[in-house]
T-cell receptor, first 113, second 111 residues
Framework: DAGVTQSPTHLIKTRGQQVTLRCSPK?????VSWYQQALGQGPQFIFQ???????QRGNFPDRFSGHQFPNYSSELNVNALLLGDSALYLC????????????FGEGSRLTVL | DAKTTQPTSMDCAEGRAANLPCNHS???????VYWYRQIHSQGPQYIIH???NNETNEMASLIITEDRKSSTLILPHATLRDTAVYYC????????????FGAGTRLAVHP
């Protein structure tokens, strides 16, 4: 049973560019959350998708957007990249049943030059 | 903002118990205490969670004080592979609720 998978694992972009990160949730999970983790800090919640809609959002600008597909996979898009967007981007999935454990992927490490 | 406070770092000898404290003095009655850990450059891994009773699983034990204002995660026999950042999080149960991470405790297990 595959866990949460993310792609790409590493990527380098330059300021002003756009990036798309992808996430496939754990089998049986229908909800996907995205987190940003800067070096030396804990993960920060970006947003969560359920039933193809954004349900919750953290304190991130509109440059950060997402999408969820009918198969529950998800994308995170970041436009007009800034140097400060360099971070590890984590995807977490869960099912909406009583067991609220989140399963995290290994992350996509984005470097903005 | 995170609703928990943890020591920045701790050390533990291999084979000994590691006791990681967490303060959550403003915890609400319907909030659970969750523990995750993150080994270098990997995604966070769920360890254990509880409401008010002590909990134990194959990885660890969670001791919650009677007033629920603090808790301790216990790794009974720490190994080198337990070296990681440990996060204590409080949140309302229900799978759709977000996790708010603090800075965590960096645990170093040494031979």
């Amino acid at each position: 049973d595959a866990g949460v998978t993310q792609s790409p694992t590493h990527l380098i972009k330059t300021r002003g560019q756009q990036v798309t990160l992808r996430c496939s949730p754990k089998s049986g999970h229908d909800t996907v959350s995205w987190y940003q983790q800067a070096l030396g800090q804990g993960p920060q919640f970006i947003f969560q998708y359920y039933e193809e809609e954004e349900r919750q959002r953290g304190n991130f600008p509109d440059r950060f957007s997402g999408h969820q597909f009918p198969n529950y996979s998800s994308e995170l898009n970041v436009n007009a990249l800034l140097l400060g967007d360099s971070a590890l981007y984590l995807c977490a999935s869960l099912n909406r049943g009583p067991d609220g454990e989140l399963f995290f992927g290994e992350g996509s490490r984005l470097t903005v030059l | 903002d995170a609703k928990t406070t943890q020591p920045t770092s701790m050390d533990c000898a291999e084979g000994r118990a590691a006791n990681l404290p967490c303060n959550h003095s403003t915890i609400s009655g319907n909030e659970y205490v969750y523990w995750y850990r993150q080994i270098h450059s990997q995604g966070p891994q769920y360890i254990i969670h509880g409401l008010k009773n002590n909990e134990t699983n194959e990885m660890a034990s969670l001791i919650i004080t009677e007033d629920r204002k603090s808790s301790t995660l216990i790794l009974p026999h720490a190994t080198l592979r337990d070296t990681a950042v440990y996060y204590c999080i409080v949140r309302v149960d229900g799978g759709y609720n977000k996790l708010i991470f603090g800075a965590g405790t960096r645990l170093a297990v040494h031979p």
